[in-house]
Protein backbone atom coordinates (compact mmCIF):
# COMPACT_ATOMS: atom_id res chain seq x y z
CA UNK A 1 0.00 0.00 0.00
CA UNK A 2 1.38 3.30 -0.77
CA UNK A 3 1.33 6.22 1.12
CA UNK A 4 -0.65 9.28 0.91
CA UNK A 5 1.30 12.36 -0.76
CA UNK A 6 1.79 15.02 2.16
CA UNK A 7 3.19 18.51 1.92
CA UNK A 8 6.47 18.71 3.62
CA UNK A 9 7.62 22.47 4.59
CA UNK A 10 11.36 22.26 3.07
CA UNK A 11 12.09 25.73 3.73
CA UNK A 12 11.33 29.50 5.50
CA UNK A 13 12.12 33.41 4.56
CA UNK A 14 11.30 36.14 5.73
CA UNK A 15 11.95 40.15 4.52
CA UNK A 16 10.99 43.43 6.24
CA UNK A 17 11.56 47.01 4.25
CA UNK A 18 14.29 48.68 6.53
CA UNK A 19 12.32 51.43 7.65
CA UNK A 20 11.49 51.00 10.92
CA UNK A 21 8.91 53.14 12.59
CA UNK A 22 8.84 52.88 16.53
CA UNK A 23 5.65 53.66 17.83
CA UNK A 24 7.48 57.13 19.14
CA UNK A 25 8.45 57.64 15.87
CA UNK A 26 4.92 57.14 14.72
CA UNK A 27 3.19 59.42 17.28
CA UNK A 28 5.69 62.17 16.07
CA UNK A 29 5.21 62.06 12.53
CA UNK A 30 1.46 61.39 12.94
CA UNK A 31 1.40 65.09 15.63
CA UNK A 32 2.65 67.27 12.35
CA UNK A 33 -0.76 66.72 11.00
CA UNK A 34 -2.45 67.28 14.49
CA UNK A 35 -3.27 63.54 14.79
CA UNK A 36 -2.79 62.56 18.30
CA UNK A 37 -1.93 59.57 20.06
CA UNK A 38 0.32 57.70 22.25
CA UNK A 39 3.20 54.71 22.68
CA UNK A 40 1.03 53.81 26.00
CA UNK A 41 -2.34 53.52 23.79
CA UNK A 42 -1.07 51.44 20.83
CA UNK A 43 1.04 49.13 23.33
CA UNK A 44 -1.94 48.70 25.73
CA UNK A 45 -4.54 48.25 23.43
CA UNK A 46 -2.66 45.98 20.55
CA UNK A 47 0.93 45.05 21.78
CA UNK A 48 1.94 46.63 18.90
CA UNK A 49 5.79 48.55 19.61
CA UNK A 50 7.50 49.51 16.12
CA UNK A 51 6.76 48.07 12.02
CA UNK A 52 8.02 48.95 8.80
CA UNK A 53 7.30 50.66 6.17
CA UNK A 54 8.28 50.05 2.58
CA UNK A 55 9.86 53.25 0.59
CA UNK A 56 7.92 54.94 -2.66
CA UNK A 57 8.50 52.80 -5.20
CA UNK A 58 8.83 49.82 -3.41
CA UNK A 59 5.80 47.16 -4.33
CA UNK A 60 4.74 44.00 -2.63
CA UNK A 61 6.59 41.34 -5.13
CA UNK A 62 10.07 43.43 -4.17
CA UNK A 63 9.16 42.09 -0.58
CA UNK A 64 8.15 38.76 -1.98
CA UNK A 65 10.94 38.42 -4.05
CA UNK A 66 13.33 39.19 -0.85
CA UNK A 67 11.58 36.64 1.05
CA UNK A 68 11.45 33.68 -1.45
CA UNK A 69 14.80 34.07 -2.07
CA UNK A 70 15.30 33.48 1.51
CA UNK A 71 13.04 30.40 1.50
CA UNK A 72 14.22 28.96 -1.66
CA UNK A 73 18.03 29.10 -0.46
CA UNK A 74 16.50 27.55 3.11
CA UNK A 75 14.92 24.12 1.16
CA UNK A 76 18.56 23.89 -0.67
CA UNK A 77 16.69 24.99 -4.31
CA UNK A 78 16.88 27.13 -6.94
CA UNK A 79 13.55 28.92 -8.81
CA UNK A 80 13.81 26.42 -11.66
CA UNK A 81 13.10 23.31 -8.97
CA UNK A 82 9.57 25.41 -8.05
CA UNK A 83 6.64 24.24 -9.68
CA UNK A 84 3.65 26.59 -8.34
CA UNK A 85 4.02 29.93 -7.04
CA UNK A 86 0.80 31.20 -5.20
CA UNK A 87 1.14 34.82 -3.29
CA UNK A 88 -1.40 36.08 -0.84
CA UNK A 89 -1.72 39.69 -0.89
CA UNK A 90 -4.53 42.73 -0.56
CA UNK A 91 -1.55 45.29 -1.37
CA UNK A 92 -0.82 43.79 -5.26
CA UNK A 93 1.58 46.03 -7.33
CA UNK A 94 -1.04 46.23 -10.33
CA UNK A 95 -4.74 45.89 -10.57
CA UNK A 96 -3.15 42.68 -13.21
CA UNK A 97 -1.55 40.53 -13.24
CA UNK A 98 -1.03 39.09 -10.59
CA UNK A 99 1.45 39.97 -7.76
CA UNK A 100 2.39 35.68 -8.19
CA UNK A 101 3.46 36.66 -11.97
CA UNK A 102 5.67 39.69 -11.42
CA UNK A 103 7.59 37.87 -8.58
CA UNK A 104 8.00 34.20 -11.22
CA UNK A 105 9.16 37.07 -13.72
CA UNK A 106 11.83 38.68 -11.33
CA UNK A 107 12.98 35.11 -9.91
CA UNK A 108 13.52 33.62 -13.76
CA UNK A 109 16.09 36.91 -13.61
CA UNK A 110 18.20 35.19 -10.74
CA UNK A 111 20.40 33.21 -13.29
CA UNK A 112 20.35 31.80 -16.62
CA UNK A 113 19.06 28.14 -15.30
CA UNK A 114 16.28 30.25 -13.15
CA UNK A 115 14.25 30.91 -16.21
CA UNK A 116 12.94 27.12 -15.61
CA UNK A 117 10.38 28.78 -13.48
CA UNK A 118 8.84 30.46 -16.57
CA UNK A 119 5.80 28.63 -17.16
CA UNK A 120 4.32 26.92 -13.85
CA UNK A 121 1.32 28.23 -12.59
CA UNK A 122 1.27 31.16 -10.90
CA UNK A 123 -1.44 33.07 -8.87
CA UNK A 124 -2.69 35.55 -6.29
CA UNK A 125 -5.03 34.40 -3.41
CA UNK A 126 -6.95 37.42 -1.94
CA UNK A 127 -8.02 36.67 1.80
CA UNK A 128 -6.88 39.45 3.16
CA UNK A 129 -5.12 38.52 6.65
CA UNK A 130 -6.35 34.73 6.64
CA UNK A 131 -4.76 35.05 3.07
CA UNK A 132 -1.21 32.71 4.02
CA UNK A 133 -3.95 30.38 5.55
CA UNK A 134 -6.14 30.58 2.60
CA UNK A 135 -2.93 30.24 -0.14
CA UNK A 136 -1.27 27.22 2.20
CA UNK A 137 -4.94 25.08 2.20
CA UNK A 138 -4.61 25.43 -1.84
CA UNK A 139 -1.23 24.97 -2.54
CA UNK A 140 -1.64 21.75 -0.33
CA UNK A 141 -4.83 20.44 -2.11
CA UNK A 142 -2.72 20.80 -5.44
CA UNK A 143 0.31 19.16 -3.93
CA UNK A 144 -1.88 16.19 -2.72
CA UNK A 145 -3.53 16.07 -5.96
CA UNK A 146 -0.47 15.79 -7.86
CA UNK A 147 -0.61 18.85 -9.68
CA UNK A 148 2.59 20.50 -8.56
CA UNK A 149 5.61 19.13 -7.01
CA UNK A 150 7.40 21.79 -5.17
CA UNK A 151 5.08 25.35 -4.49
CA UNK A 152 6.42 28.93 -2.93
CA UNK A 153 4.07 29.96 -1.25
CA UNK A 154 4.24 34.04 -0.30
CA UNK A 155 2.38 36.29 1.95
CA UNK A 156 3.66 39.82 1.21
CA UNK A 157 1.99 43.66 1.94
CA UNK A 158 2.51 47.04 1.82
CA UNK A 159 -0.29 47.52 3.72
CA UNK A 160 0.98 51.18 4.34
CA UNK A 161 -0.30 52.32 1.00
CA UNK A 162 -3.96 51.15 2.43
CA UNK A 163 -3.55 53.58 5.70
CA UNK A 164 -5.31 56.47 6.23
CA UNK A 165 -2.97 58.53 8.48
CA UNK A 166 -5.97 60.84 9.54
CA UNK A 167 -7.61 57.88 11.37
CA UNK A 168 -5.82 57.28 14.33
CA UNK A 169 -7.63 54.10 15.10
CA UNK A 170 -6.51 52.09 12.38
CA UNK A 171 -3.03 54.05 11.09
CA UNK A 172 -1.06 52.82 14.05
CA UNK A 173 -1.95 48.84 13.56
CA UNK A 174 -1.02 48.02 10.23
CA UNK A 175 2.95 47.96 8.70
CA UNK A 176 4.34 46.43 5.66
CA UNK A 177 6.55 42.52 5.03
CA UNK A 178 6.89 39.48 3.45
CA UNK A 179 7.27 36.11 4.79
CA UNK A 180 7.32 32.49 2.13
CA UNK A 181 8.00 28.89 2.11
CA UNK A 182 8.54 26.27 0.02
CA UNK A 183 6.43 22.63 -0.20
CA UNK A 184 7.16 19.72 -1.47
CA UNK A 185 5.06 16.89 -2.09
CA UNK A 186 6.46 13.62 -0.01
CA UNK A 187 5.05 9.91 1.27
CA UNK A 188 6.94 10.74 4.11
CA UNK A 189 4.80 11.61 7.71
CA UNK A 190 4.54 14.61 8.82
CA UNK A 191 4.14 18.10 6.77
CA UNK A 192 0.21 19.97 6.49
CA UNK A 193 -1.84 17.51 8.34
CA UNK A 194 -5.01 19.65 8.11
CA UNK A 195 -6.19 23.13 6.72
CA UNK A 196 -9.75 24.50 7.14
CA UNK A 197 -10.67 27.71 4.72
CA UNK A 198 -13.69 29.65 5.81
CA UNK A 199 -15.79 33.06 4.76
CA UNK A 200 -18.52 34.87 5.99
CA UNK A 201 -19.43 37.52 3.48
CA UNK A 202 -22.03 39.64 5.26
CA UNK A 203 -19.60 40.86 7.02
CA UNK A 204 -17.97 42.16 4.45
CA UNK A 205 -18.19 45.86 5.46
CA UNK A 206 -16.70 45.87 9.11
CA UNK A 207 -13.20 45.71 7.47
CA UNK A 208 -12.36 47.17 3.78
CA UNK A 209 -10.81 49.46 1.30
CA UNK A 210 -13.84 50.36 -0.42
CA UNK A 211 -12.04 51.79 -3.65
CA UNK A 212 -12.35 50.73 -7.38
CA UNK A 213 -10.75 51.95 -10.81
CA UNK A 214 -13.50 52.67 -13.02
CA UNK A 215 -12.87 54.42 -16.83
CA UNK A 216 -9.38 55.50 -15.22
CA UNK A 217 -10.58 57.49 -12.32
CA UNK A 218 -10.64 55.50 -8.74
CA UNK A 219 -14.04 55.29 -7.39
CA UNK A 220 -15.21 55.14 -3.44
CA UNK A 221 -12.65 55.68 -0.83
CA UNK A 222 -9.64 53.62 -1.41
CA UNK A 223 -8.58 53.39 2.19
CA UNK A 224 -8.63 51.47 4.69
CA UNK A 225 -12.04 51.24 7.08
CA UNK A 226 -12.45 49.02 10.22
CA UNK A 227 -15.14 48.78 12.88
CA UNK A 228 -12.38 47.50 15.56
CA UNK A 229 -14.70 46.20 17.94
CA UNK A 230 -16.68 44.33 15.52
CA UNK A 231 -13.35 42.64 14.15
CA UNK A 232 -12.48 41.83 17.26
CA UNK A 233 -15.11 40.11 18.69
CA UNK A 234 -15.79 37.88 15.14
CA UNK A 235 -12.15 37.04 15.20
CA UNK A 236 -11.55 35.83 19.20
CA UNK A 237 -14.53 33.53 18.24
CA UNK A 238 -13.96 31.94 14.84
CA UNK A 239 -9.96 31.77 15.17
CA UNK A 240 -10.70 29.14 17.93
CA UNK A 241 -13.41 27.45 15.87
CA UNK A 242 -10.80 26.98 13.43
CA UNK A 243 -8.53 25.08 15.14
CA UNK A 244 -10.51 22.86 16.53
CA UNK A 245 -11.28 21.99 13.34
CA UNK A 246 -8.25 21.03 11.93
CA UNK A 247 -7.12 19.49 15.28
CA UNK A 248 -10.37 17.12 14.43
CA UNK A 249 -9.18 16.20 11.09
CA UNK A 250 -5.75 15.09 12.29
CA UNK A 251 -7.24 13.36 15.00
CA UNK A 252 -5.18 15.39 17.57
CA UNK A 253 -5.91 17.01 20.71
CA UNK A 254 -5.05 20.27 21.92
CA UNK A 255 -2.37 19.30 24.02
CA UNK A 256 -0.68 18.02 20.73
CA UNK A 257 0.19 21.51 19.36
CA UNK A 258 3.79 22.50 20.17
CA UNK A 259 3.49 26.50 18.72
CA UNK A 260 0.63 28.34 18.19
CA UNK A 261 1.78 30.65 15.19
CA UNK A 262 -1.13 32.79 14.51
CA UNK A 263 -2.38 35.91 12.54
CA UNK A 264 -0.19 39.07 14.20
CA UNK A 265 -2.83 41.77 14.54
CA UNK A 266 -3.20 42.19 18.28
CA UNK A 267 -2.04 40.59 21.62
CA UNK A 268 -5.58 40.64 23.01
CA UNK A 269 -6.71 38.49 20.29
CA UNK A 270 -3.87 36.31 20.80
CA UNK A 271 -3.93 35.56 24.13
CA UNK A 272 -7.45 35.10 23.79
CA UNK A 273 -7.58 32.41 20.90
CA UNK A 274 -3.96 31.28 22.95
CA UNK A 275 -6.30 30.81 26.68
CA UNK A 276 -9.06 29.01 24.93
CA UNK A 277 -6.60 26.38 23.40
CA UNK A 278 -4.92 26.15 26.81
CA UNK A 279 -1.72 26.83 25.63
CA UNK A 280 0.90 28.78 27.53
CA UNK A 281 2.07 32.35 26.21
CA UNK A 282 5.32 30.72 25.78
CA UNK A 283 3.96 28.29 23.43
CA UNK A 284 2.91 31.03 21.38
CA UNK A 285 5.08 33.01 18.42
CA UNK A 286 4.62 36.72 18.80
CA UNK A 287 5.78 39.30 16.59
CA UNK A 288 3.17 42.13 16.67
CA UNK A 289 4.86 43.88 18.88
CA UNK A 290 8.05 44.61 16.14
CA UNK A 291 6.10 43.96 12.94
CA UNK A 292 2.87 45.30 13.85
CA UNK A 293 -0.11 43.69 11.46
CA UNK A 294 1.40 42.79 8.39
CA UNK A 295 -1.95 41.38 6.85
CA UNK A 296 -1.52 38.10 5.13
CA UNK A 297 2.74 38.44 5.25
CA UNK A 298 2.21 38.41 9.32
CA UNK A 299 1.90 34.19 9.94
CA UNK A 300 4.52 33.48 7.28
CA UNK A 301 7.03 36.51 9.09
CA UNK A 302 6.11 34.91 12.41
CA UNK A 303 6.90 31.40 11.44
CA UNK A 304 10.36 32.32 9.37
CA UNK A 305 11.12 34.17 12.66
CA UNK A 306 10.69 31.41 15.16
CA UNK A 307 12.39 29.04 12.93
CA UNK A 308 15.62 31.13 12.23
CA UNK A 309 16.10 31.59 16.04
CA UNK A 310 15.94 27.87 16.49
CA UNK A 311 12.70 28.24 18.36
CA UNK A 312 10.64 25.82 16.01
CA UNK A 313 12.30 22.59 15.38
CA UNK A 314 11.66 19.87 13.12
CA UNK A 315 9.10 17.29 14.28
CA UNK A 316 6.97 19.86 16.22
CA UNK A 317 3.23 20.49 15.34
CA UNK A 318 2.47 24.14 14.76
CA UNK A 319 -0.86 25.38 14.48
CA UNK A 320 -0.86 28.52 12.11
CA UNK A 321 -4.21 30.18 12.08
CA UNK A 322 -5.24 33.50 10.48
CA UNK A 323 -8.82 36.03 10.19
CA UNK A 324 -9.23 39.08 8.18
CA UNK A 325 -11.54 41.33 5.67
CA UNK A 326 -14.18 38.93 4.35
CA UNK A 327 -14.76 38.06 6.68
CA UNK A 328 -12.11 35.19 6.28
CA UNK A 329 -10.30 32.77 8.77
CA UNK A 330 -8.92 29.47 8.67
CA UNK A 331 -6.14 27.39 10.57
CA UNK A 332 -3.47 24.68 8.99
CA UNK A 333 -2.17 22.05 11.32
CA UNK A 334 1.72 21.36 10.44
CA UNK A 335 4.11 18.92 11.73
CA UNK A 336 7.28 20.76 10.71
N1 LIG B 1 -4.60 56.63 20.03
C1 LIG B 1 -5.27 57.15 21.07
N2 LIG B 1 -6.59 56.97 21.25
C2 LIG B 1 -7.24 56.23 20.32
C3 LIG B 1 -6.59 55.68 19.21
C4 LIG B 1 -5.22 55.90 19.08
N3 LIG B 1 -4.50 55.40 18.06
N4 LIG B 1 -7.51 55.01 18.49
C5 LIG B 1 -8.68 55.13 19.12
N5 LIG B 1 -8.53 55.87 20.22
C6 LIG B 1 -9.54 56.24 21.21
C7 LIG B 1 -10.92 56.26 20.65
O1 LIG B 1 -11.17 57.49 20.03
C8 LIG B 1 -11.75 56.03 21.88
O2 LIG B 1 -11.84 57.25 22.58
P1 LIG B 1 -13.22 57.65 23.32
O3 LIG B 1 -13.41 56.61 24.38
O4 LIG B 1 -12.90 59.00 23.85
O5 LIG B 1 -14.27 57.63 22.26
C9 LIG B 1 -10.90 55.11 22.74
O6 LIG B 1 -9.56 55.21 22.21
C10 LIG B 1 -11.34 53.67 22.68
O7 LIG B 1 -11.55 53.31 21.33
P2 LIG B 1 -12.03 51.88 20.94
O8 LIG B 1 -12.20 51.77 19.47
O9 LIG B 1 -13.18 51.50 21.82
O10 LIG B 1 -10.77 51.03 21.40
P3 LIG B 1 -10.62 49.47 21.52
O11 LIG B 1 -10.31 49.08 22.88
O12 LIG B 1 -11.74 48.73 20.81
O13 LIG B 1 -9.29 49.22 20.68
C11 LIG B 1 -8.64 48.40 18.55
C12 LIG B 1 -9.27 49.54 19.31
C13 LIG B 1 -7.19 48.23 19.02
C14 LIG B 1 -8.63 48.71 17.08
C15 LIG B 1 -9.42 47.10 18.86
O14 LIG B 1 -10.80 47.29 18.63
C16 LIG B 1 -8.96 45.97 18.04
O15 LIG B 1 -7.86 45.47 18.23
N6 LIG B 1 -9.80 45.46 17.12
C17 LIG B 1 -9.40 44.40 16.25
C18 LIG B 1 -8.65 45.02 15.17
C19 LIG B 1 -7.89 44.04 14.42
O16 LIG B 1 -7.26 43.17 14.97
N7 LIG B 1 -7.93 44.20 13.12
C20 LIG B 1 -7.25 43.42 12.25
C21 LIG B 1 -7.82 42.01 12.18
S1 LIG B 1 -8.11 41.50 10.61
C22 LIG B 1 -6.82 42.00 9.82
O17 LIG B 1 -5.74 41.76 10.29
C23 LIG B 1 -6.97 42.86 8.62
Request: glycine share 10%; proline share 4%.
Amino acid sequence: MTSPIRSRLLGTGSFLPPRRLSNADLVAQLARDGVETSDDWIVERTGIRARHFADDGVKTSDLAFQASSKALQAAGLQPQDIDLIIVATSTPDMVFPSTACILQHKLSQTSPEAAGILGVPAFDVQAVCAGFVYALGVADAMLRAGSAKRALVVGAEVFSRLLDFSDRTTCVLFGDGAGAVVLEASDQPGGILATEMRADGRHVDILCVPGHVQNGNILGDPVLKMEGQAVFKLAVGVLEEAALKVLDKAGLQKTDIDWLVPHQANIRIIQSTARKLGLPMDKVVLTVQDHGNTSAASIPLALDTAVRAGRIQRGQRLMLEGVGGGFTWGAALIQY
